[in-house]
């Protein structure tokens, strides 16, 4: 294959892409009114429970209560970035939540809901060594996003051994 056709290739796909985004974005956003879609929740448990493992509680009824919390927090976190940045996450949570952005872009077959654990960590993890930095940056968006969300909460700071910030006032010479 020659450069050009390589390039030319690239630049249709790129195109593709993005109007298969914005066209899922007006049909099927993955946030309405601040509050996430169905499709887009069952995205973020499946790479909440594939990101954060052995973290989340095992007792269904308690991991289930953690993930309707980190979702909260989710929306909290995203409601506070930059208008812009609000929208590039909201398109790429769009993307991956349907089903043909899940297959082309995660590498996943199964729908976010049934897929098993380990299937979705392996699709992270394909995504991660992607050659295509695009599937990379989705990659660390979800993970970052997922991480940030869920250690906010102080609740789960234990899991790690962080024992929180320090007190100042009490660490300060008299």
Do not use: K
């Not at 009114?33 to 887009?40: I, V």
């Not at 997922?146 to 962080?162: L, V």
């Amino acid at each position: 294959m020659q450069r050009r056709t390589l390039l030319t290739l690239g630049v249709v796909g790129a195109a593709a892409l993005a109007f298969a985004g914005g066209t899922l974005a007006l049909v099927q956003p993955a946030r309405r009114n601040a509050a996430f879609t169905e499709p887009a929740q069952d995205l973020l448990r499946a790479v909440a429970r594939a990101v954060l493992g052995d973290l989340l509680p095992v007792e269904p009824t308690a991991q289930a209560t953690a993930l309707t919390a980190h979702l909260a927090r989710l929306q909290a976190t995203i409601a506070g970035m930059p208008t812009a940045m609000q929208a590039e996450v909201d398109e790429l949570l769009t993307i991956v939540s349907s089903a043909p952005g899940r297959r082309a872009l995660v590498g996943l077959a199964q729908a976010w809901a049934t897929a098993p654990t380990a299937d979705v960590s392996a699709a992270l993890q394909g995504m991660r060594l992607s050659s295509l930095a695009l599937r990379q940056q989705a990659f660390h968006a979800l993970r970052d996003l997922t991480n940030a969300a869920y250690f906010a909460d102080r609740s789960t700071w234990s899991a790690i051994g962080y024992p929180g910030p320090l007190d100042l006032n009490a660490a300060a010479p008299t």
